[in-house]
């Protein structure tokens, strides 16, 4: 089969940091009664079938972080007024293309996830092919918090099926603007993009399974709602539903153990030959929930949600960033992807690591990356 995969990485995110002191300062009153928020709604630990019956894991690891108003959360990046999700898609784009060494004329398609764009319809993609002067199709792509895995399957087939030789694969989750920070669950997002070329590589590298389901069990955990802000200018606010808290634990775990399991068996290995293990980190215990679920050790994953917080869709690739550029996988290193999207999918992803070109992060205002994996 031929061998495709990702041949570069970048990243954006904007300059302003939001830490817990702004709503301990703005809304003292919402911290105080953070628990009789939507917060709660969302991540608070229900009831199992058995009273007798042993915690599941992911109550297990979300227990310690309920005594905390912003659950395990220190710091988000905002976007700023005049900031955009298309300048976020913009930078990320461009680091990933000038890593790869590549121009706008090589780029034969474009996979843009734009969570949310500043209108409410369509997507990035067209806007953003502008702004890079692309001559190719764009095409707007989604699958809430698993679009990443969507996206690099997609992109990787089609160059395998020799439609393509180039696809640039752009993520971004824009959250700061469509949740409301007089409520708890603002407490949980933060804004960033990402983005990716998909090429062939040399022999053995690239993709080597990928397997996706629907998490239709999920549905009416979130949901998107349509106001008219003070300008009568419709606006998306993005809500928690009724019982998001038990249909995320009854499924996010199930879910992880299958799917990795079903694409570790399709690559033909198995889960001790894996180097290192990557998830989308949109809570302070998704990656504890993750190894526990595996039985691995959490030092061959990371953990980056306490200086990100919930950035959707762009969160696993953001990851994978980090770890390339911490040394943490290199050159012909197994990487298992798993990610778990509300009212979407979740996928498991296989990959050999490549000479995967990681770009230059000159908008990323951070400590050095090693404080990240330490904090």
């Known amino acids: 089969m031929k061998p495709v995969g990702i041949r570069s990485i970048g990243v954006s995110f904007p300059k302003t940091v939001r830490t817990n002191d702004y709503w301990r300062e703005k809304y003292p009153e919402l911290v105080a009664q953070a628990e009789q928020k939507s917060l709660a709604r969302a991540f608070s630990a229900v009831a199992s079938p058995s009273h007798n019956e042993e915690l599941d894991v992911w109550t297990q690891e979300m227990l310690p972080y309920l005594s905390d108003p912003f659950r395990g959360i220190v710091e988000r990046r905002v976007l700023a007024p005049g900031e955009t999700s298309l300048m976020l898609e913009y930078n990320a784009a461009t680091n990933a293309l000038n890593a790869a060494d590549l121009s706008s004329t090589d780029v034969d398609l474009m996979i843009v996830v734009s969570m949310f764009p500043e209108q409410l319809a369509p997507g990035n993609a067209a ?169 691995i050790d959490p030092k061959r994953t990371l953990n980056l949600n306490a200086q990100y917080a919930n950035i959707g869709a762009a969160s696993p690739i953001v990851n994978l960033y980090h770890a390339a550029k911490l040394g943490k996988i290199c050159k012909d290193d197994l990487v298992l992807m798993y990610t778990f999207g509300g009212t979407s999918n979740a996928g498991a992803t296989v990959m050999r690591w490549g000479e995967v070109a990681v770009g230059k992060n000159t908008d990323l205002t951070l400590p050095k990356d090693q404080v990240l994996l330490e904090a």
């Open 127 to 295: 806007h953003l092919a502008g702004k890079l002067d692309l001559r190719c199709g764009a095409w707007n792509l989604e699958s809430t918090c698993t679009s990443a895995i969507v996206a690099f399957q997609t992109a990787c087939a089609l160059v395998r099926a020799g439609e393509y030789q180039n696809i640039l694969v752009v993520l971004s989750t824009i959250f700061s603007r469509y949740v409301d920070e007089n409520d708890t669950f603002s407490f949980l997002m933060g804004d960033g993009a990402a983005a990716f070329v998909v090429s062939s590589l040399a022999e053995k590298q690239g993709i080597l399974s990928t397997k996706i389901v629907h998490t239709a069990q999920t549905c009416d955990s979130f949901f998107n709602e349509i106001t008219v802000d003070e300008q009568g200018k419709p606006r998306m606010y993005v809500r928690v539903g009724k019982n998001a808290s038990q249909m995320l634990r009854d499924e996010f775990a199930k879910c992880c153990y299958l799917r990795c399991t079903e694409a570790i068996t399709a690559a033909g290995i198995t889960l001790d030959d894996i180097d290192f293990f990557i998830s989308n980190t949109n809570t302070a215990w998704y990656s504890s929930v993750y190894t526990k679920t595996l039985g």
